[in-house]
């Protein structure tokens, strides 16, 4: 599995951002694209640094403060001929930074003002972060965060003079799957940084991994340590701890044997029966389930409550590995209707849900190789 890992030792900004995805998926002529496109009225400036012995690359980024709401930059996002991807991302990053500006001012997002974020090199950020990720995500990387440092003291914003993390980049946080550390002087992680590591970091990546390359973005400040972003670019193995609870049965009926599977099944990874011949050559069935660690002794319990068993076996396992995995829905449209299917992705197949393609079968009266084959010739 490949995975880029973002680490923001000294926090982030969105110019840091786009530092370090610059030359690796970001180019010139994307940025270029992007300021026609939108006719923003940034000035930018690329340049090679070095911070405190780090070469890295630095996006200068400026343009005058803008007051826009909400739906204001919902509209300039939507009218413009960005990507429709780029555009799904964009829109839900500043629908975060909305959400925690309406929580802080005690109003509805949707009327939100923003402020410093609202202007031109703002919405330049979050537009090049947005373009840079998911074209990382589509040489198949997955987006996680090392412990992010926020910055700790006051720093001076349109409203006055404020704690550090702002309260709207706490709220941001507030939820997300990001690690913090609420250490170093003054503002470190901005809004505009934590809404677009929030929107696409799956995490704190905490098994070991190879590494591959570093990419480096600089910030404009000099700090006691390298004012730079690292992002990781590597490739890992995901294990994890397993055990096979397991118990022999040959007095209980198919059916009642069928509803014990199906009830496991609702805690465990796995469940499945194997016919095994028993002493006095009696028929029996070898009833097994694959379970996370912790749970082996709470299955266990269930799996003698439902067979009448008298005793079970945990089997330790060394390790599982495990592929890449995730279920994403996507739209189908099959005679003129829409649907809403589930696809189950790993790294070595596609498979669409099951039960939506029953659903699918019903609906329209086809069979399911035939949906099959339409649902996947949309995905491909």
């Known amino acids: 599995m490949r995975i880029a890992v973002i680490d923001a030792f000294n926090g982030a900004s969105g110019n840091m951002i786009i530092g370090a995805l610059y030359d690796e998926v970001i180019q010139r002529e994307d940025i270029e694209k992007i300021v026609d496109e939108l006719n923003l009225e940034v000035e930018y400036k690329i340049e090679r640094?070095?911070?405190?012995?780090?070469?890295?690359?630095?996006?200068?980024?400026?343009?005058?403060?803008?007051?826009?709401?909400?739906?204001?930059?919902?509209?300039?996002?939507?009218?413009?001929?960005?990507?429709?991807?780029?555009?799904?991302?964009?829109?839900?990053?500043?629908?975060?930074?909305?959400?925690?500006?309406?929580?802080?001012?005690?109003?509805?997002?949707?009327?939100?003002?923003?402020?410093?974020?609202?202007?031109?090199?703002?919405?330049?950020?979050?537009?090049?972060s947005a373009l840079g990720f998911l074209r990382l995500r589509e040489r198949g990387y997955r987006i996680y965060t090392n412990r992010v440092r926020t910055g700790v003291g006051f720093v001076e914003f349109t409203h006055g003079k404020y704690p550090s993390p702002a309260p709207a980049t706490l709220e941001i946080l507030a939820n997300s799957k990001i690690e913090v550390l609420m250490e170093g002087e003054g503002e470190l992680l901005t809004p505009t940084a934590a809404a677009i590591l929030a929107h696409f970091s799956e995490g704190t990546f905490k098994n070991s991994f190879k590494i591959n390359k570093i990419l480096y973005g600089a910030g404009e400040k000099e700090t006691e340590v390298p004012n730079v972003l690292r992002i990781i670019l590597g490739e890992a193995k995901i294990h994890d701890r397993i055990v096979v609870v397991e118990t022999n049965v040959d007095d209980l009926s198919p059916e009642y044997l069928s509803y014990a599977v199906e009830k496991l099944s609702e805690?465990?990874?796995?469940?499945?029966?194997?016919?095994?011949?028993?002493?006095?050559?009696?028929?029996?069935?070898?009833?097994?389930?694959?379970?996370?660690?912790?749970?082996?002794?709470?299955?266990?319990?269930?799996?003698?409550?439902?067979?009448?068993?008298?005793?079970?076996?945990?089997?330790?396992?060394e390790h599982r590995l495990k592929a890449y995995r995730e279920v994403k829905e996507i739209k189908v449209k099959i005679n003129e209707r829409e649907y809403r299917v589930r696809v189950k992705v790993s790294d070595y197949r596609i498979k669409p849900e099951y039960e939506d393609v029953k659903r699918i079968c019903e609906a329209e009266n086809l069979s399911p190789e035939e949906v099959y084959k339409r649902i996947m010739k949309v995905i491909e």
Not at 55 to 81: A, D, G, H
Not at 116 to 121: F, I
Not at 294 to 303: C, L, S, T
């Open 49 to 128: 640094v070095v911070k405190k012995g780090i070469t890295s690359n630095l996006v200068r980024v400026k343009s005058e403060t803008k007051e826009r709401s909400f739906k204001e930059v919902v509209e300039l996002v939507e009218s413009s001929r960005l990507d429709e991807r780029v555009k799904k991302e964009v829109i839900k990053i500043f629908e975060r930074l909305a959400k925690a500006e309406g929580k802080v001012h005690g109003r509805d997002y949707k009327k939100a003002k923003f402020h410093e974020v609202g202007s031109d090199d703002a919405i330049f950020d979050i537009i090049l």
């Open 267 to 317: 805690m465990s990874h796995d469940v499945y029966v194997t016919p095994v011949l028993m002493k006095k050559g009696r028929l029996g069935s070898l009833l097994s389930a694959i379970v996370s660690y912790d749970k082996a002794e709470e299955v266990a319990e269930k799996m003698m409550e439902l067979t009448g068993s008298l005793g079970v076996r945990i089997l330790p396992v």
